[in-house]
């Protein structure tokens, strides 16, 4: 007779292996190379969406009523994390002046304009016999792409840094949790995400020096470097 086990899946360790691996792939090619452009598209499609990933899994945490729950989730993610904050620690609350948070409204705002895709209007400047050139319109703080045609590797690595540099501020400055924490609540297959029933995903070392000379620090989540 087999048992069963229920487990509930939410994905962030697949968003965040898939987010480094193509951004990996995309560093060892040439800048110019096409498929290089296009790995750098999936890791910064794949990192967007781990925000709201991580959103949610914290609003889980909190173990609401069904119907509050339900009312919470339709909130930006910015009042996600600041309803975490509030519920879980008393007196904590998201500085909304802070560059972190600057971060993440331009990468929400990003995230919005790949799902709700609307035309980008691109000037084009030159002889059309001899050639034409465009500038790509950029976030202003994070300096990315706004049009996805434009990403490159170093839009997915500043993709990359604005969303990890964001969840070491939240988890590691505003909710004081350590890496393993973290991992747990995060990596987690329980109902209700804690400290049981999770696990530590295995990373290529060989990409641990790369990912630190571009300055993205993952050190706010256990991973396993192997």
Known sequence: MSDTH??????????????????GRSTDLHEVDD??????????????????????T??????????????IDRLPVLSKFDFYLRVRFRGRSIDRGSHYVEWLQELKRLRDGL????PHKVEWVGD???????????????????????????????????????LRHFFREQCRYGPIRVASLLFSES????DDNHFFPCVPRRLKKRF??????FSY??????
């Not at 109902?191 to 804690?194: A, I, K, W």
């Not at 630190?212 to 620090?217: L, R």
């Open 6 to 23: 229920l487990l509930y899946e939410r994905n962030f360790d697949t968003l965040l292996l898939d987010s480094i691996d193509f951004l």
């Open 212 to 217: 630190a000379s571009m300055e993205i620090d």
């Open 115 to 118: 799902v709700h895709l609307k």
């Open 58 to 71: 914290c609003l889980e945490h909190l173990d609401l009523n069904r119907s509050v729950h339900d009312e």
């Open 128 to 166: 059309p016999d001899e050639g034409m050139s465009t500038e790509a319109v950029r976030t202003k703080s994070l300096d990315i792409a706004v049009n996805p045609k434009f990403w490159d590797r170093s839009d997915a690595i500043k993709v990359s840094r604005g969303v990890h540099g964001f």
């Open 221 to 226: 989540i256990k991973l396993v470097w192997v």
């Open 35 to 56: 498929d290089g452009k296009a790995f750098a598209r999936v890791s910064i499609t794949y990192s967007l969406l781990l925000l709201e990933a991580v959103a949610n």
């Open 191 to 194: 109902r209700v995400p804690g």
